[in-house]
């Protein structure tokens, strides 16, 4: 994606926040707060060394979201998530780390809540290759490469909500993160996420 997209995207983020808030009468603007923890897996495939065999896996991993409701069916927030898939079976992995600052919109429809939106961040996704397993511990292996690269993020998501009760909801998440950098090779594919949020 070029930059000038980039801005693009964030520009009409902002125009939307911008009228959600405003079409709604000014004392029912702030109307609650969300957050919680989530789990993560999925299945991430491309190439990750030019040249190479591309790498296929399931990432696994946590993070967290909190969010301000706005208006009737609109969010702000933020996000972030370290998520690690193994590689090769031999301790090889690559680990992303990412987060950033997302809007949604949802509904309600009796117990069930969907609502889909976008995150727009960045973070830093780091790989180690080794080219044999380790036979002991501290053990040297020669030809082991390691690379940690910085990203600009934009991850897509729809999910939906099962309200338990009024201040606790079960949710579940599905997103494709998608990095963008100098040079930067980055397998992609779509993450399920699993969570208890609290509502307030």
Same mark, same amino acid.
């Given at each position: &994606?070029?930059?000038?997209?980039?801005?693009?995207?964030?520009?009409?983020?902002?125009?939307?926040?911008?009228?959600?808030?405003?079409?709604? =009468?000014?004392?029912?603007? $702030?109307?609650?707060?969300?957050?919680?923890m989530? $789990?993560?897996?999925?299945?991430?495939?491309?190439?990750?060394?030019p !040249?190479?065999?591309?790498?296929?896996?399931?990432?696994?991993?946590?993070?967290?979201?909190? #969010?301000?409701?706005?208006?009737?069916?609109? #969010?702000?927030?933020?996000?972030?998530?370290?998520?690690? &898939?193994n $590689?090769? !079976?031999? !301790?090889?992995?690559?680990r *992303?780390?990412?987060?950033?600052?997302?809007?949604?919109?949802?509904?309600?429809?009796?117990r069930?809540?969907? *609502?889909?939106?976008?995150?727009?961040?960045?973070?830093?996704?780091?790989?180690?290759? &080794?080219?044999?397993t =380790?036979s002991?511990?501290?053990?040297?292996?020669?030809?082991?490469?390691?690379?940690k690269?910085?990203?600009?993020?934009?991850? =897509?998501f729809?999910?939906?909500?099962?309200?338990?009760?009024k201040?606790?909801?079960?949710?579940?998440?599905v997103?494709?993160?998608?990095?963008?950098? #100098?040079?930067?090779? &980055?397998?992609?594919? =779509?993450?399920? *996420?699993?969570?208890?949020?609290?509502? #307030?």
């Amino acid at each position: &994606m070029k930059c000038q997209s980039l801005k693009t995207l964030v520009l009409a983020l902002g125009l939307l926040a911008s009228a959600g808030v405003w079409a709604q =009468p000014k004392e029912k603007v $702030l109307r609650g707060f969300d957050g919680g923890m989530m $789990l993560h897996a999925g299945y991430l495939g491309g190439t990750l060394v030019p !040249g190479e065999a591309p790498v296929s896996g399931c990432p696994f991993g946590l993070g967290g979201v909190a #969010r301000m409701h706005l208006g009737k069916c609109f #969010r702000i927030g933020g996000e972030g998530y370290v998520s690690t &898939m193994n $590689l090769r !079976g031999n !301790g090889s992995y690559l680990r *992303y780390g990412w987060g950033g600052i997302l809007a949604d919109v949802y509904g309600v429809f009796g117990r069930f809540q969907p *609502y889909g939106g976008v995150t727009l961040g960045g973070g830093a996704m780091t790989a180690v290759l &080794m080219t044999e397993t =380790p036979s002991e511990a501290w053990a040297p292996i020669d030809g082991t490469r390691y690379r940690k690269q910085g990203f600009m993020a934009v991850d =897509p998501f729809v999910g939906c909500d099962f309200i338990l009760t009024k201040a606790i909801h079960l949710t579940l998440k599905v997103d494709c993160l998608c990095g963008f950098g #100098r040079d930067l090779q &980055m397998p992609v594919g =779509p993450r399920v *996420y699993f969570g208890v949020l609290f509502y #307030r």
